[in-house]
């Protein structure tokens, strides 16, 4: 045996027994003072040999001993805390993963909370306040010559990254800051930072290094979701040293390429995002997408289609300054603005600024553009990807050369022309707007000898970030002589009257401009122009009807389709006749060109031919609503019609002045007679000319007459109610339809509520007090959300038209309906199924209520204009919006026309 390892391993028996028996500080100082000789920091420190056997094999076993001594006695065995230094001297002075894997396993295991939990917290923050992490990856870093041990390399990699979790979990509220991960992590970064300038010194001076358990950390940190508080560390400090130092690239292309794979993606992820540039990714990377796969497929694909990363500015309200930092597609969606591109620039450039990678750029592009002209893609990718794929294809054509571009031309064109006609035949205006863009700039570059493509569209602020992104990367000598070259904006074009009356425009020397000056003719008022169409109009409804149905003539069709609401309200006597058929057409009628608010022309002209001719028009819908071969859009189509053409026959005072829709006569008048330009000027004279002294009310008296809803009421309820309890093929209302059904409860609600002063008001309430108790216990959220949406009260004081408080209902059906107060809720709560229907069955009761003075006929009623007030959440007066003032339902569910958002 030899002696000295003897003498070692003796020397520290002695120290732990004296430790677990001996009460005496003084002896115990003496003892720790002894076995300090092994960690080499004394002036007779111990033999090398001595040191290394203690250090492998006593080190933990001692640590340990140390940490079950820990109490608030025994620290005070010394006094001004010279044992609690000495205690913890072993812990900042020995080998640094002993020690630190000592620590943690200590703090897991103590009791919670207790005096040792937190001493040995406090000295694990001491520990890494004095860079002793450092030392621990150091140690790992050094192994390279002696054995490899996974175990405990693993154990440390889980203890490292993930200290800020255990920490968390074991203190809870007695954290330290220390520990948070927002401190953590950045801290991690420089002692990484640390361990590779060690390594660097090293490898300067001929020693053997190693940087893997610097590689799988930073994966691991990664994977975490701690790419920013690294990598926001790491990457400009690594950006500086990289600059002017061979050594420092090569250490960091190795410390990135000895990444595991289950962690490549999110190193690089957070590389490209922290990147200032693609020649600083390009010197922290190398070539590393050409020795590694798993790399290649993330950065020539994941980045680009699936991981992309551009988060949209918040949406500013209309008008305000920061309105102008993105460009609105559609739904609120919104471009990222340049500002906020540069990782897809960092990436494409770096595969663009070596030779090597420049085959990935071509076939990223190729990719790219096989993506963009997908019809599927183009019909289920949200538009912020499109247009993040689009801007990615600009970005690639900018920095591909023209040899390149032409050697695989035919290849690109086909994808290119594919992809334009996919586009230019989508619905959405961003979508083929898009194509068109990406066509013109694209065409441009790989085929420029063909003809170019141009195309009609407006130039905002998508376009101009499109066309910059195109435009080659500037140089470093002249940074503003590469700079985007395109047309203006119209919105910055000066108007041109303005420019015409602001004096003659100097032309450049030698030009025929002064002999061709035509500044002194005045240029016409083209501001009330109309645009010149080549097919008329109709001027009969029977005529457009025609238009409708058999015409090829697509100008002539959109003619008819904008003119038929105003001949219908002008000729009802014709419509009448042609009422059910022009009811069909309208109802199937699809949009066979691009007509703006296609949609709403179709709804209001149905509405206009359902008011004309109310009781032949709403038979037929709600015939068709549960017919076969109809499309829920369709069905829900007739819900809209029948809700609006309802309020519209119940808004009083119609009778007395007709709508006047469409295009009327320039110089018709509402009044019908024409005034002349001269009295206007004379009257205004005048009323500014008199004074005053008092002034009368000048309000009109409010408009009264008879609800014409009231002999067409039961038209448009009861069929609605007759068969949604039988399933058909393409239709089941109680089945898999919850959207229409929950609808549909919007709709009859919506009725009820237009219908409440007439004499059907009665049969009505009791029909819908049937059909919602039967939904209250519906299985699907949609088909009670509708009840709640379309019936509900908004609140508990129901008032009547004459704003008398109304009288009690029967006791019997006072006993199915709850107390109002438990009906309507302050604020919007998502009800359940028993709830709702209880609130749906005091709604039909309230409804009855109401009704209960209409029973002898039908009531004439004052109309009154009410509108809602947001600041003070109530009704004032205002737009006119029902026959009585709107007490149950408020805007937020009938909507601003009587339509929810169900």
Not at 513 to 519: A, G, Q, R, T
């Amino acid at each position: 045996m030899d002696p000295e390892v003897s003498a070692v391993r003796l020397t520290v028996w002695e120290a732990v027994h004296i430790l677990s028996s001996s009460e005496d500080g003084g002896r115990i100082f003496c003892t720790l003072g002894s076995l300090k000789r092994y960690l080499g920091e004394t002036e007779n420190s111990a033999l090398p040999e001595e040191q290394e056997e203690f250090a492998r094999i006593h080190f933990s076993t001692f640590l340990r001993c140390l940490v079950g001594k820990l109490s608030p006695d025994w620290l005070e065995l010394l006094p001004d805390g010279q044992m609690e230094e000495l205690w913890a001297s072993f812990f900042l002075e020995g080998p640094a993963d002993q020690a630190f894997l000592v620590l943690m396993e200590s703090i897991e295991g103590a009791a919670s909370p207790s005096f040792r939990l937190m001493k040995m917290a406090r000295l694990l923050a001491r520990f890494l306040s004095v860079g002793r992490m450092a030392a621990v990856m150091e140690g790992q870093c050094r192994q390279q010559a002696g054995p490899a041990f996974p175990l405990l390399q693993e154990t440390l990699l889980t203890k490292v990254v993930g200290l800020p979790d255990l920490l968390g979990n074991r203190l809870q509220r007695e954290n330290l800051a220390t520990f948070f991960p927002q401190n953590y992590f950045p801290l991690l970064g420089e002692e990484v930072l640390r361990v590779l300038q060690v390594v660097v010194d090293s490898l300067r001076g001929g020693l053997d290094c190693s940087v893997s358990f610097l590689s799988q950390v930073l994966g691991k940190a990664c994977v975490h979701g701690r790419q920013k508080e690294v990598l926001g560390v790491l990457v400009p400090r690594l950006t500086v040293l990289t600059q002017g130092s061979c050594l420092w690239q090569r250490v960091c292309w190795c410390l990135v390429e000895r990444v595991p794979d289950w962690a490549m993606e999110a190193v690089l992820k957070g590389f490209v995002e922290a990147a200032p540039g693609p020649e600083v990714l390009s010197r922290l990377l190398g070539n590393l997408v050409t020795k590694s796969k798993k790399a290649q497929f993330v950065m020539t694909r994941k980045l680009l289609f699936l991981q992309y990363s551009c988060t949209p500015r918040p949406v500013p309200p209309p008008g305000s300054p920061g309105r102008a930092g993105g460009v609105c597609l559609a739904d609120g969606e919104r471009t990222p603005a340049l500002s906020q591109m540069p990782m897809l620039q960092s990436l494409l450039g770096y595969l663009a600024m070596d030779s090597q990678r420049r085959s990935l750029l071509m076939q990223a592009l190729k990719e790219l553009l096989e993506t963009w002209g997908s019809s599927s893609a183009i019909r289920h990718v949200p538009l912020v990807q499109q247009c993040y794929v689009s801007k990615a294809i600009l970005i690639c054509l900018a920095h591909l050369g023209e040899a390149e571009l032409r050697d695989n031309q035919d290849e690109l064109l086909a994808s290119l022309m594919e992809g334009v006609k996919s586009r230019l035949d989508s619905s959405l205006p961003p979508v083929r707007r898009l194509g068109m863009i990406v066509a013109e700039v694209a065409s441009a570059r790989i085929h420029p000898e063909g003809p170019p493509l141009k195309f009609q569209y407006e130039e905002d602020e998508l376009t101009r970030e499109m066309l910059a992104l195109a435009m080659p990367q500037p140089t470093a000598d002249s940074p503003s002589e590469a700079g985007p070259s395109f047309a203006p904006v119209s919105g910055e074009t000066p108007d041109r009257e303005t420019v015409d009356r602001s004096g003659p425009q100097v032309g450049p020397e030698g030009s025929d401009s002064e002999l061709d000056s035509d500044d002194e003719f005045v240029p016409y008022d083209m501001s009330v122009d109309r645009e010149q169409r080549s097919s008329k109009a109709p001027s009969y409804v029977r005529g457009c009807l025609e238009a409708l149905t058999g015409s090829e003539d697509w100008e002539r069709w959109e003619a008819a389709l904008r003119a038929l609401e105003g001949l219908i309200f002008r000729s009802p006597a014709a419509t009448q006749e042609v009422s059910v058929e022009l009811a069909k057409v309208l109802l199937h009628l699809e949009e066979k060109t691009a007509v703006a608010g296609f949609e709403g022309l179709r709804q209001r002209t149905l509405v206009a031919v359902t008011v004309t001719d109310p009781a032949r028009v709403a038979e037929y819908l709600t015939a068709q609503f549960y017919a076969l071969n109809y499309s829920l859009r369709q069905r829900m189509d007739i819900l809209d019609v029948l809700t609006l053409a309802a309020q519209e026959l119940s808004r009083p005072g119609r009778l007395g002045k007709a709508p006047q829709r469409g295009s009327p006569d320039p110089g018709s008048q509402p009044g019908g007679a024409v005034v002349p330009a001269w009295r206007a000027v004379v009257e205004e004279r005048v009323r500014r000319k008199t004074r005053r002294f008092s002034k009368g009310s000048v309000g009109r008296a409010p408009a009264v007459g008879p609800n014409e809803f009231n002999s067409v009421a039961g038209y448009f309820f009861f069929p609605l109610l007759q068969h949604f309890d039988r399933p058909l093929v393409t239709f089941d209302l109680l089945g898999g339809d919850q959207l229409v059904l929950g609808r549909l409860a919007h709709t009859l609600g919506a009725l009820m509520y237009l219908a409440v002063n007439t004499t059907v008001a009665v049969p009505m309430g009791k029909a819908l007090l049937e059909f919602v108790w039967a939904l209250r216990f519906h299985g699907d959220v949609r088909g009670r959300e509708g009840p709640r949406r379309g019936l509900q009260a908004a609140g508990s004081e129901g008032t009547t038209a004459s704003g008398e408080a109304p009288r009690q209902a029967p006791p019997a059906l006072l006993s199915l309906a709850p107390d109002p107060q438990e009906a309507c809720p302050a604020g919007r709560v998502r009800a359940g199924g028993q709830h709702v229907g209880r609130r749906c069955s005091w709604y039909s009761l309230e409804c009855l209520r109401l009704s209960e003075d209409s029973a002898s006929g039908p009531r004439v009623l004052p109309a009154t204009d009410w509108d809602w007030d947001v600041a003070s959440e109530a009704w004032a007066p205002g737009r006119l919006l029902s026959p009585v003032p709107p007490c149950s339902l408020q805007p937020a569910e009938l909507g601003p026309l009587g339509l929810g958002a169900s």
